[in-house]
């Protein structure tokens, strides 16, 4: 697999490296910086790999590093590479909060002792977190400590090859808890004329487990494809679910759902789509019997994700006009509305309309929220702190161009981003039936509780006509 | 108060400590001093200060003595680093490891499992045939050891251990430890033995039979699968891949026991699930893999996932899906709008978004092709060059794809109006335009009203030769212009401005000067004709098969007048152009079925995203390489030469491909122009025909070894669009 890792800067000099192979010469990756730089001058497209004089560079970006494994055989699988790069990136940001350049110098004991023990002869082992804290701690009078006692000091936890490779036992806490967060996020593309051209949902399950022991979990959700007959004859995940977190008693099973498809109206069960399971869920389990069980690793992770490409209509709908009158000004109006229920409230709403580059001396006419002018990201930010359901909004903008433009400006045709949170709420009318929780010695009681929210993807955004 | 009672605690700490401190300058006297300190706590602030100024790039292997001093200690941290530095200069002195030998076969006895594995794996690292005598018993131990943590160290050292010395490792027969290893009752030992074996088996496939092992394990494999690591069951699924399934029955089961496993959360889990049921789904009943079968359904359910990842595994996941979908064309049908392009993908996933929209579009659902007709102009209206010019190029293969005159019109009004309109900031969109109208064209040439249309607003160009940058479009300008000379007003001036620039133009744009300038030479005065056969079998420069072609073209039309054929064979030669083409129904580029099969058995690999199937000719070259480069660092004390050859070697290695291709392609053409020249005249046309293949397919695969350098260029790619463009003349 693998025959190095290298963490490059911005320009592609080597900053910190750990072969795992001596299949690749010491100055390969001094061709890396070369390389990015020659497919800059040919065209725009840098694809994450290159290959040169039989060695690729595969390569992720991450602020401002490069990330790159070098490899010798066509037979690699690039794939488990890039899944594997993201996840070192990913552990190394727990480790080290932010991952930068500045960041690496500075930690180049703890992140030499990662790379050895996530990866071994170019083939992955172990990237769970929570196991590798264990016994790759930042502080290391900490393992000093551990050895005067004379106890098992930094050993690998037993628990790591076993079939639970993701969690360690012992785990002991006063209060059980589980605190489930359904998070929708909604990635809309919509046309000119506010015709909805794509439409997806892609939901995440997130859990944090703060649980004693080995716990055993069983979750139910109201979707067509999974047993919920568990439902039957055990309310305990009903009646302990319906005290919200924040104590607003929202009631689980009145969550609404804004899916047109009438086919689907909220109390029937609902079809998710790409269900995505954490590596802890049984999946053969779930293939045989649609039950989702798992031992839960400890503290906070994503046990599920899925997909829904049902169309929706737009949460918030813009319809944005720009008027540009050449070499003297452009007139921006724009109407938001928030199609949602009267009772929900659209939270931290953000409307980012980009305008001319070379636009200036804005002004603004607007009922609500707060307006400013972006001119690093050549946009006027609209901020709508608390936008009801139902509730129409309207701005406009003028800004002033200069009198004469630069033909060969080179433009960017961007669309207009919106931001928000709507809390209590799921597009797709995803609910949570039941979570059992069940810890087969220490038979503890325990808390579950779950809250659900819906905001935009990474790719919420309306397209523009200029004119 | 816990950050006060830190800062108190810190501060106590400094101020009572005694052993002096390390500066971060570096230099050799104080790092050696400090390495050498009586106090614990200065020696390990010399190795890391000492590892710092390594990872800054400095050679600091003459302190290679004192830091393995300090490898025995109690404290794991300095340990760790005292064995990273040993590991890191083990490549470049390997000779100063021998000084260490003793502590590595003490510290594999050591009760914490971490220390054993840190002793074995830095061990079986080192390229010195003196430490390797030694690793006998300590590899043989850990193997057996209690701790799975060990033996799954333990397992890799052997390929490790192998690629070092293969000799050694086979004397020692831990070999078929590794093999027995696959029996072990935990699953990451065994994923790691198979790893190792893979491994093994790609530097040397005699001495270890992979395919037998994987056999034998089979129902081992599918058992342990779900209870390992992620990656543990990447491996698993990377070896079943590479099992053939005796029977329909066998398949079954394996493709039942793997689909869970689509709903994974690693993508490159969920891409081997793929690969694993596309290998074994063949040997199903057809009806079983229907494309509304269940399985097929959750295939693409869990391909549309794959782009929900990061930009570089979308990427991965895009080029594999355009292989698969060639094979099984039906299956993501029903997803197009997830490959519409997203405003803030880099630009490589929007080039590759765009490849699978117009492979995926249903032809015969006009309500579909209306809207990725539409999506794409809205791309073409965008400003970034590649994205543009990838958007129009679409445009002409979708209409081209759905065949349809009033679809096709459509488009060609779209292109005519409202992209070339917009003109400004992109210099090109003139060539991709020029292009894809004239394959439009082509698609329905009967249609007069778009001839018209088209004709009317290339015309208007007052000079196409300065408008056009690219050969592929001048080369498409003439060839409209010849084909209906009527609509254009000025054709000869335009054709004589061309034949004015002819030495600087490239080859394709050279043979459509010749062939419009033959074709129409009844509308040019004599001696145009006689010139430019006479320039372009003059100049130096020129291109030996344009230069063979005009050569022939001469020649014929050299004849006596008083033979009865030339004027025959004249018309046929000039008229040739005005008969209807072979109607075009895809420009698409399609791969030959062999290298289908063969992509589909790589995919997730970089063979799968380079379209570049693994050969046994490559392996074995990469085998070669590899066994030389072990070989010689292990006997050599001189490693810098040896870089230098090995690079070298890898240098050879890569020109020899793309050698090979280009050598191929250049005989075909030569052969054909020697030929020729004995055939009768009347073959001729026929064979003039065969020239222009050839010389074009050579130019354009050029030209895409040119443009993309790192996609190794379609040797394997049957292009069709080359194959299409060439019954252009």
């Known amino acids: ?467 | 108060m816990p950050p006060l009672d830190k800062k108190i605690k810190k501060f106590l700490k400094n101020s009572i400590r005694v052993a002096p401190k390390i500066s971060d300058k570096g230099e050799f006297g104080e790092l050696r001093a400090g390495l050498v300190s009586p106090y614990p706590q200065t020696r390990k602030d010399a190795i890391k200060k000492t590892i710092q100024q390594m990872t800054l790039g400095k050679d600091v292997s003459p302190l290679f003595p004192d830091v393995l001093k300090n490898i025995a200690t109690i404290d794991i941290e300095q340990k760790k680093l005292v064995y990273l530095y040993v590991m890191n200069y083990a490549e470049i002195y390997p000779e100063l490891c021998i000084l260490a030998v003793n502590t590595f076969v003490t510290d594999s006895q050591d009760p914490n499992p971490l220390i054993r594995c840190m002793a074995i794996r830095t061990m079986s690292m080192i390229k010195v045939d003196k430490i390797l005598e030694y690793i006998d018993t300590p590899l043989r131990r850990t193997l057996q050891d209690d701790n799975p943590y060990v033996r799954k160290t333990a397992v890799i050292c052997v390929a490790k251990l192998f690629q070092l010395n293969k000799q050694l490792c086979v004397e020692l027969g831990v070999l078929e430890d590794l093999a027995n290893a696959l029996d072990d009752d935990n699953p990451m030992v065994i994923s790691n033995a198979i790893a190792s074996i893979i491994e093994i088996n790609s530097i040397d496939p005699t001495v270890i039979d992979l395919i037998r092992l994987i056999e034998t394990h089979v129902s081992k494999f599918l058992l342990v699968l779900n209870e390992c690591t992620e990656w543990a069951r990447m491996t698993i699924l990377t070896a079943l891949a590479e099992y053939n399934s005796r029977d329909s029955l066998e398949a079954k089961d394996i493709i039942d026991r793997v689909t869970a496993h689509l709903q994974h959360v690693n993508p490159s889990v969920v891409l081997a699930t793929v690969k694993v049921i596309l290998k074994n789904i063949t040997q199903l009943d057809p009806n079983q893999y229907s494309p509304d079968s269940k399985i097929m359904k959750k295939i693409s359910s869990a391909l549309v996932s794959l782009m929900s990842t990061p930009p570089e595994l979308q990427y991965v996941a895009l080029k594999n899906i355009r292989i698969i979908l060639e094979k099984y064309p039906e299956i993501l049908n029903k997803e197009l709008r997830i490959f519409y392009v997203k405003f803030n993908d880099p630009m490589y996933v929007k080039l590759e978004k765009i490849e699978i929209l117009v492979r995926l579009v249903d032809v015969s659902n006009i309500k579909q092709c209306t809207l990725l007709l539409n999506e794409l102009k809205e791309y073409s209206m965008e400003f970034e060059l590649e994205f543009v010019s990838r958007s129009i190029q679409a445009m002409a293969e979708l209409g081209i794809k759905n065949g349809n005159e009033i679809f096709i019109a459509k488009i060609a009004d779209i292109i005519c109006n409202e992209i070339l309109e917009r003109g400004g900031g992109i210099e090109t969109i003139r060539d991709d335009c020029c292009v894809a109208l004239s394959n439009l064209l082509r698609c329905c040439d009967m249609n007069e009203s778009m001839v018209k249309q088209i004709c009317s607003i290339l015309n208007s160009w007052s000079s196409p030769e300065d408008i056009l940058t690219s050969d592929l479009s001048k080369c498409h300008y003439i060839w409209l212009m010849t084909k209906y000379p009527n609509h254009f007003t000025t054709v000869i001036e335009k054709l004589k401005t061309f034949i004015d620039n002819f030495t600087q133009e490239e080859s394709m744009t050279q043979v459509a000067i010749l062939l419009s300038v033959i074709k129409l030479h009844t509308r040019l005065e004599g001696s145009v004709l006689q010139n430019l056969f006479e320039l372009a079998t003059s100049y130096e420069a020129v291109d030996i098969d344009v230069r063979d072609m005009a050569m022939m073209y001469w020649r014929c039309f050299s004849i006596d007048d008083s033979n009865v054929e030339k004027d025959q064979l004249i018309n046929e030669l000039c008229n040739n152009g005005l008969n209807p083409l072979p109607r075009i129904d895809n420009i698409l580029e399609m791969f030959s079925p062999d290298t289908l099969e063969k992509l589909l058995n790589q995919l997730g690999t970089i063979s799968s995203i380079y379209f570049e199937p693994l050969t046994e000719d490559i392996l074995n070259e990469s085998r070669k390489r590899r066994s030389q480069m072990n070989q010689n660092i292990i006997k050599s004390q001189k490693l810098n030469d040896l870089q230098d050859i090995a690079r070298n070697e890898l240098l050879d290695g890569h020109e020899d491909v793309l050698l090979d291709f280009g050598d191929e392609d250049d005989s075909s053409s030569n052969m054909a122009s020697s030929n020729n020249n004995n055939n009768t005249l009347k073959e001729l046309d026929d064979l003039f025909g065969n020239i222009t293949q050839d010389v074009k397919n050579l130019n354009i695969s050029q030209q895409q070894s040119n443009t993309d350098s790192n996609q190794a260029p379609s040797a394997n790619t049957t292009t069709s669009n080359t194959q299409d463009l060439l019954d252009l003349f």
């Open chain 1, 1 to 467: 697999m693998a025959s190095a890792i290298y963490f490059c800067d911005n320009k592609g000099k080597p900053l910190l490296s750990r072969r795992y192979k001596d299949d690749v010469p010491l100055s390969a990756i001094d061709k890396f910086s070369t390389l990015l730089l020659e497919n800059v001058e040919q065209s725009s497209i840098i694809p994450p790999c290159i290959s040169h004089s039989g060695i690729d560079y595969l390569f992720i970006q991450h602020n401002d590093l490069y990330v790159v494994v070098l490899a010798t055989s066509l037979s690699i699988n690039v794939a488990t590479i890039f899944t594997f790069l993201h996840k070192l990136v990913a552990v190394l940001e727990e480790y080290l909060k932010t991952v930068e350049e500045e960041s690496i110098r500075d930690n180049f004991v703890i992140i030499y002792e990662l790379l050895d023990e996530m990866m071994d002869y170019g083939i992955p082992q172990v990237t769970e977190t929570k196991m590798l804290k264990k016994y790759i701690t930042q502080k290391s009078f900490k393992l000093v400590k551990a050895h005067k006692k004379k106890l098992n000091a930094a050993r690998p936890p037993s628990s790591l090859t076993n079939s639970v490779s993701w969690r360690p036992e012992g785990i002991k806490y006063k209060k059980n808890e589980a605190f489930l967060d359904i998070v929708e996020s909604i990635n809309m593309l919509i046309s000119q004329n506010g015709q909805v051209i794509r439409s997806e949902i892609l939901g995440t399950v997130k859990v944090k487990s703060r649980l004693s022991g080995m716990p055993d979990l069983k979750l139910g959700i109201n979707d067509r494809g999974i047993f919920t007959k568990y439902l039957e004859g055990n309310d305990i995940g009903t009646t302990s679910l319906n005290g919200d977190k924040k104590g607003k008693g929202h009631d689980l099973n009145k969550n609404e759902s804004s899916i047109t498809n009438d086919g689907r109206k909220s109390k029937s069960n609902i079809e998710l789509e790409d269900l995505k399971f954490h590596q802890c869920v049984r999946l053969s389990k779930f293939e045989n019997e649609k039950i989702i069980s798992f031992i839960p690793p400890d503290g906070d992770f994503d046990l599920m994700s899925y997909r829904l490409t049902t169309s929706i209509k737009p949460l918030i709908l813009c319809d944005v006009k720009v008027q540009t009158y050449s070499n003297s000004r452009v007139e921006i109006f724009c109407k938001a509305k928030a199609q949602i229920k009267k009772k929900s409230v659209a939270t931290n709403v953000e409307i980012l309309i980009p305008v001319p580059s070379d636009a200036d001396t804005p002004s603004f006419k607007y009922s609500h929220g707060s307006i400013k002018w972006v001119p690093e990201k050549s946009a006027i930010l609209w901020k709508i702190r608390s936008f009801p359901g139902g509730k129409e909004y309207s701005m406009r903008a003028e800004l002033l161009l200069p009198s004469i433009s630069d033909i060969n400006d080179t433009k960017v045709k961007k669309p207009v981003q919106v931001k928000f949170q709507i809390p209590y709420f799921t597009t797709s009318g995803i609910q949570i039936r039941y979570l059992k929780i069940n810890e087969p010695t220490l038979q503890y009681k325990s808390y579950p509780w779950v809250r659900y929210i819906t905001q935009n993807g990474d790719d919420y955004t309306i397209r523009i006509n200029n004119s």
